[in-house]
Nanobody
Framework: QVTLVESGGGSVQAGGSLRLSCVAS????????MGWFRQAPGKDREGVAF????????DYADSVKARFTISQDGAKNTVHLQMNSLEPEDTGTYYC???????????????????WGQGTQVAVSS
């Protein structure tokens, strides 16, 4: 059982920045896929960014490439999502996810992740 606790959401104007963090506790395997999904009101959840904790390989949705950066700390139980040049379309609830497996790309589905955080709100105004 892995518990994920997110922090760092908030409200910003377009063009601003936010940094989300997710701390994982509990049993972690040698290799994990961690990352973020988001869900905007009335829309399906979409994968935003993933990181393979063993290789450090990252994957991003096209809509956030060059604006968002996912990273992990040395202990590999914390991941961060640095979000720059935020747009109103980035508004939504952001969920941290974790699974005991390698990442295979941004097309990974929500049902492939067993562990989910409680979600943190991001609101970007124009």
């Amino acid at each position: 059982q892995v518990t994920l606790v997110e922090s760092g959401g908030g409200s910003v104007q377009a063009g601003g920045s936010l940094r989300l963090s997710c701390v994982a506790s509990g049993w972690m395997s040698v290799r994990n896929c961690m990352g973020w999904f988001r869900q905007a009101p009335g829309k399906d959840r979409e994968g935003v960014a993933f990181i393979d904790t063993q290789t450090g390989k990252t994957d991003y949705a096209d809509s956030v490439k060059a604006r968002f950066t996912i990273s992990q700390d040395g202990a590999k139980n914390t991941v961060h999502l640095q979000m720059n040049s935020l747009e109103p379309e980035d508004t939504g609830t952001y969920y941290c996810v974790e699974e005991h497996r390698k990442c295979y790309g941004i097309s990974m589905k929500s049902y492939e992740f067993v562990s989910w955080g409680q979600g943190t709100q991001v609101a970007v105004s124009s």
